[in-house]
């Protein structure tokens, strides 16, 4: 699978929004409503499943659903 798809499975469950919504250009707190704790549980989820150091201030920094692929992908070991 890949990433983007991942994330996209990984935001429609964290942040309980229909698929057709998780689009690389929602952002994700004013388009999909993510809240800041939710950006935290996010970006703790990602760090953990991907093995990857990522601070929330980084994901709380992310315009859109594209940047938070971006910012994984930055971090993925290469």
Known sequence: MALEDEL???IVE???VDEAAVV???R???DLGADSL???ALAELLAARYKISIEPDEVFDVPDVAGLVEL???KLPA
């Open 8 to 10: 996209k499975a990984i």
């Open 14 to 16: 964290q942040l309980a």
């Open 24 to 26: 690389p250009n929602a």
């Open 28 to 30: 994700l707190q004013d």
């Open 38 to 40: 939710m950006l935290m």
């Open 72 to 74: 994984v992908r930055s």
